[in-house]
């Protein structure tokens, strides 16, 4: 049985597109590409995770994953027509090398730890790399000649090492990402780094445990997904928390009380041939996070709500979150674009309320409501208004008084009664009350 794990893949020219080389489909044409999909290729002792040479047929790599390559996790070399979409390439020298390689795409991939992320090298031009998450990488791509597109109207990629900024929180930064000419770099990651072990499986979720147990949810899609090249993949069986073997025939849902299970699954193909049983270790969890907010200061409270400024930090903190794994809290301004939360933060723009939005999401997937706090910011100093002080009446100094209004936005004004010098107002002069 071929599945689940595979050796490093090298196509050298349209008719290499074989089932020997992980052609899962397709027929090379632009309606029916050839799919490379599915493969977990760890490639310590070899150069290239997938080399592909001097090709045009159309062909997607897809939902695979790829790491330790010397040189490059893929390569293409004088290539077009290529799609990679839903990758994940880590620990690698270099993710995606392109050479003299026209019109490919790379997007919904994660490239991750390594040396290097995308090189555009030669005359490689009109390559598309959007929508990616570029992560720790020492540097994250190359681009000498800025033929390529970092970006379309959608927005670019994500950059862990973006330090610009986001003001109107539409999950776009509002300074280009420089080394790579990508003008709209995102904010947050569009995809998360899952890094699933290999085993014919596939989930909606992270490998989070400390034991390497899946950490899951009971709307969480388990697939058992299997092929043979030879007679052909008859079945395949599975057992929960070693329970008696079912055929598998749609997504598992694990359900019961939250903590760890275990799914024990094989194949058989039209001879009966059995593959050796493998079991997989998932955490349940079914329990949503819970996130606090704490307004630092300057701020004031009253009727209407809460008053800060731009300097006033906000603070959002996890009340309850995973047993394993990574909570993520998400938080955007006045329906703008939704951002990670790192760390405190201030809200900036014009004086008046603005909305602020927050949730949390478990590493299971379990997400939980959505929190709207109105703030209002208020950066405007108090107006004093008066009038000019009159001089002296024939020379001698009288008592008067003057009123002074002070003017606190948004509150009501307010009158403060001070003894002064008479006032002159217009052409009447205004005196103490008799």
Same mark, same amino acid.
């Given at each position: 049985?071929?599945?689940?794990?595979?050796?490093?893949?090298?196509?050298?020219?349209?008719?290499?597109?074989?089932?020997?080389?992980?052609?899962?489909?397709?027929?090379?044409?632009?309606?029916?590409?050839?799919?490379?999909?599915?493969?977990?290729?760890?490639?310590?002792?070899?150069?290239?995770?997938?080399?592909?040479?001097?090709?045009?047929?159309?062909?997607?790599?897809?939902?695979?994953? @790829?790491?330790?390559?010397?040189? =490059?996790?893929?390569? %293409? *070399? /004088?290539?077009? +027509?290529?799609?990679? $979409?839903? &990758?994940? @390439?880590?620990?690698?020298?270099? =993710?995606?090398?392109? %050479? *003299? /390689?026209?019109? +490919?795409?790379?997007? $919904?991939? &994660?490239?991750?730890?390594?040396?290097?992320?995308?090189?555009?090298?030669?005359? /490689?031009?009109? +390559?598309?790399?959007?929508?990616?998450?570029?992560?720790?990488?020492?540097?994250?791509?190359?681009?000498?000649?800025?033929?390529?597109?970092?970006?379309?109207?959608?927005?670019?990629?994500?950059?862990?090492?973006?330090?610009?900024?986001?003001?109107?929180?539409?999950?776009?930064?509002?300074?280009?990402?420089?080394?790579?000419?990508?003008?709209?770099?995102?904010?947050?990651?569009?995809?998360?780094?899952?890094?699933?072990?290999?085993?014919?499986?596939?989930?909606?979720?992270?490998?989070?445990?400390?034991?390497?147990?899946?950490?899951?949810?009971?709307?969480?899609?388990?697939?058992?997904?299997?092929?043979?090249?030879?007679?052909?993949?008859?079945?395949?069986?599975?057992?929960?928390?070693?329970?008696?073997?079912?055929?598998?025939?749609?997504?598992?849902?694990?359900?019961?009380?939250?903590?760890?299970?275990?799914?024990?699954?094989?194949?058989?193909?039209?001879?009966?041939?059995?593959?050796?049983?493998?079991?997989?270790?998932?955490?349940?969890?079914?329990?949503?996070?819970?996130?606090?907010?704490?307004?630092?200061?300057?701020?004031?409270?009253?009727?209407?709500?809460?008053?800060?400024?731009?300097?006033?930090?906000?603070?959002?903190?996890?009340?309850?979150?995973?047993?394993?794994?990574?909570?993520?809290?998400?938080?955007?301004?006045?329906?703008?674009?939704?951002?990670?939360?790192?760390?405190?933060?201030?809200?900036?723009?014009?004086?008046?309320?603005?909305?602020?939005?927050?949730?949390?999401?478990?590493?299971?997937?379990?997400?939980?409501?959505?929190?709207?706090?109105?703030?209002?910011?208020?950066?405007?100093?108090?107006?004093?208004?008066?009038?000019?002080?009159?001089?002296?009446?024939?020379?001698?100094?009288?008592?008067?008084?003057?009123?002074?209004?002070?003017?606190?936005?948004?509150?009501?004004?307010?009158?403060?009664?001070?003894?002064?010098?008479?006032?002159?107002?217009?052409?009447?002069?205004?005196?103490?009350?008799?």
């Amino acid at each position: 049985l071929w599945w689940g794990g595979h050796e490093p893949i090298y196509i050298y020219g349209d008719d290499d597109f074989t089932i020997q080389n992980g052609v899962m489909e397709g027929s090379g044409t632009a309606d029916d590409p050839y799919v490379i999909e599915g493969w977990r290729i760890e490639a310590p002792n070899a150069d290239y995770g997938i080399y592909i040479d001097h090709t045009s047929a159309h062909f997607i790599i897809k939902d695979c994953v @790829i790491g330790r390559a010397r040189l =490059a996790g893929i390569y %293409l *070399n /004088s290539v077009r +027509n290529g799609r990679i $979409e839903g &990758v994940q @390439i880590s620990l690698s020298d270099t =993710a995606v090398y392109l %050479l *003299n /390689s026209h019109e +490919n795409y790379l997007t $919904e991939s &994660v490239i991750a730890d390594c040396r290097y992320g995308v090189v555009a090298a030669g005359d /490689s031009r009109g +390559n598309y790399i959007v929508g990616n998450s570029f992560i720790g990488n020492g540097l994250n791509g190359r681009d000498p000649g800025e033929w390529n597109f970092w970006y379309d109207e959608s927005g670019g990629n994500y950059w862990s090492d973006y330090t610009g900024s986001d003001s109107d929180g539409d999950g776009i930064g509002d300074e280009p990402y420089h080394p790579l000419s990508d003008a709209y770099p995102l904010i947050s990651l569009p995809v998360e780094w899952t890094d699933v072990s290999a085993a014919g499986y596939t989930y909606a979720g992270n490998t989070v445990a400390p034991d390497g147990s899946l950490v899951v949810n009971s709307q969480t899609a388990i697939t058992l997904t299997a092929a043979d090249p030879g007679s052909g993949l008859s079945e395949i069986r599975y057992s929960i928390d070693g329970g008696d073997f079912a055929v598998y025939t749609g997504p598992i849902h694990l359900t019961g009380n939250d903590g760890p299970h275990r799914i024990t699954y094989y194949a058989v193909d039209k001879l009966g041939n059995e593959e050796p049983r493998e079991t997989v270790s998932f955490i349940l969890d079914n329990h949503p996070p819970q996130t606090a907010i704490a307004i630092g200061e300057p701020k004031y409270e009253d009727s209407r709500g809460t008053w800060v400024t731009s300097k006033t930090r906000i603070t959002l903190s996890l009340v309850q979150s995973s047993t394993y794994g990574r909570t993520v809290t998400y938080f955007r301004i006045d329906g703008g674009g939704w951002r990670s939360y790192v760390g405190p933060f201030c809200i900036y723009g014009s004086d008046g309320p603005h909305r602020l939005s927050y949730y949390s999401q478990n590493a299971s997937g379990i997400v939980e409501p959505v929190t709207d706090v109105t703030i209002f910011k208020d950066d405007s100093p108090p107006v004093t208004r008066g009038a000019h002080a009159a001089g002296p009446i024939d020379g001698v100094k009288t008592p008067g008084s003057v009123k002074v209004e002070v003017t606190q936005p948004p509150e009501e004004p307010a009158t403060v009664e001070t003894e002064s010098e008479p006032v002159q107002t217009g052409s009447e002069t205004e005196a103490p009350a008799s």
